[in-house]
């Protein structure tokens, strides 16, 4: 392509909502034959809402009568209170969902969520800290069990049931040991599916990588018409993912929100960043997409194809 073309795409883009970084970008962008969506910011909205809280000590007190309603509520109250604190220190998706919630419910009424000390954010995992002087633990079933933390099989049944439902929960643990589960639900894009679509006929292989459990995941990339599915991957899995399909010969376009996958975007032969997302994001991609819309990843490739044919 003549400079003169590439920059009429690369300005062509601009229009479209596609920023690009260098005019090389678009050379990369004709090529791809693989595109790995990160699940949570990316295919769905990562405006995540908490819909449920069970606490551990709240369905133990269940069994003798009305007294034991209150109970439940002010378990489950705790129990949110304590992770709401912590999560009030992380930008994940789950942690927004979370302290919001915990800040509704105790912050507004009582002036402010309880005192955290060590903060510590374990990447793709969940976070930790003393909350109130307890030991506090919030994330992934693994996680906990990372923790030394075990899980009652009713919990991890009841999970199985959630994550059916493409929900995903949350453990805590308090002091060392389980102390309930918090649910919480995202949506799918409205424009994710079409976008899906529309990278098929491009020819292009769509795979929906996360972090989150493989129940939700599947539910995810049937709402959307992804046949591939990689689920529970840690931030280094999902650079293995990447490499993976490298070795296989494919060239691979990576579309996240720098949440957990900013290393997985550099590992791509075509990084995509999406425009609400983080800074790291950003830096580590070719392409940031200023309207966070799927549909801007298909028309990036058939702008660069465009860009690469007329001038031939
Ligand atoms: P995704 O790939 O969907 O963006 P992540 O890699 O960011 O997911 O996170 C993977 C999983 O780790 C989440 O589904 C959640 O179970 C857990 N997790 C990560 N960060 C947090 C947090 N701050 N609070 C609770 N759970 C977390
Ligand atoms: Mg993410």
New binding site residues.
Partial sequence: ATPTALLVGTGRGAQLGILIKGPEVLESSRTIDAVVL????TVTTGSMRLTAVHSAQGAEVTSDGDRTKVDHAEADGQLLRLAGAL?AF?E?P??RA?AAAARETHGVRSGSLPEVEDFR?HQ????SGRVDGRKVA???RS?LTECSVELPSEVLDMSAAVERDGR?P?MVAVDGSFAGVLIVADAVKETSPEAVAQLRELGLMPVL?????AGTAQRVAEEVGIAEVIAE???EDKVEAVKRLQRQGRTVAMVGDG???AAALAQSDLGIAMGAGTDVAIDAADITIIRGDLRSVADAVRLSRKTFTTIR
């Avoid at 990160?38 to 910011?41: E, F, Q, R, V």
């Avoid at 793709?124 to 976070?127: E, I, Q, S």
């Avoid at 990588?209 to 459990?213: A, H, K, S």
Wanted: glycine share 16%; aromatic share 4%.
């Fill in positions: 990160d699940k949570t910011g999560e992380s994940h789950i942690a979370v954010s793709g995992r969940g976070v919030v994330g992934r996680f995903t949350v990588l996360t972090g989150d459990n991957a840690l931030p949440v957990n996958d």
